[in-house]
Nanobody, 118 residues
Framework: QVQLVESGGGLVQPGGSLRLSCAASGSIFSRYAMGWYRQAPGKQREMVAT???????MYADSVKGRFTISRDNTKNTVYLQMNGLKVEDTAVYYC????????????WGQGTQVTVSS
């Protein structure tokens, strides 16, 4: 079992920055791929960024060049640095974990709201 707790969301103006954190507990963090997903009102949940246990990263086209995912295995934490935020980035952001070697994102946090507005 893995427990995930997100933090760092909030209200920011367009062009601003936020850093989301996701603290994991309950299992060996380094054995999991980690991901950030988001869901805007009336839309389906979508992948934002993922990072494998080997630190291979993947990004949605909409955030490439603006967002950076990273992980600190000594702190059991994954981060999402978000720069150049746009109104369309407004959503609830969820942290997720997938055991290496599997394909299903099994574990999810409770989500943190990010609102980009002037």
């Amino acid at each position: 079992q893995v427990q995930l707790v997100e933090s760092g969301g909030g209200l920011v103006q367009p062009g601003g920055s936020l850093r989301l954190s996701c603290a994991a507990s309950g299992s060996i963090f380094s054995r999991y791929a980690m991901g950030w997903y988001r869901q805007a009102p009336g839309k389906q949940r979508e992948m934002v960024a993922t990072i494998t246990s080997g630190r291979i990263t993947m990004y949605a086209d909409s955030v490439k060049g603006r967002f950076t995912i990273s992980r600190d295995n000594t702190k059991n934490t994954v981060y999402l640095q978000m720069n150049g935020l746009k109104v369309e980035d407004t959503a609830v952001y969820y942290c997720s974990a997938r055991r290496t070697g599997t394909v299903v994102w099994t574990y999810w946090g409770q989500g943190t709201q990010v609102t980009v507005s002037s």
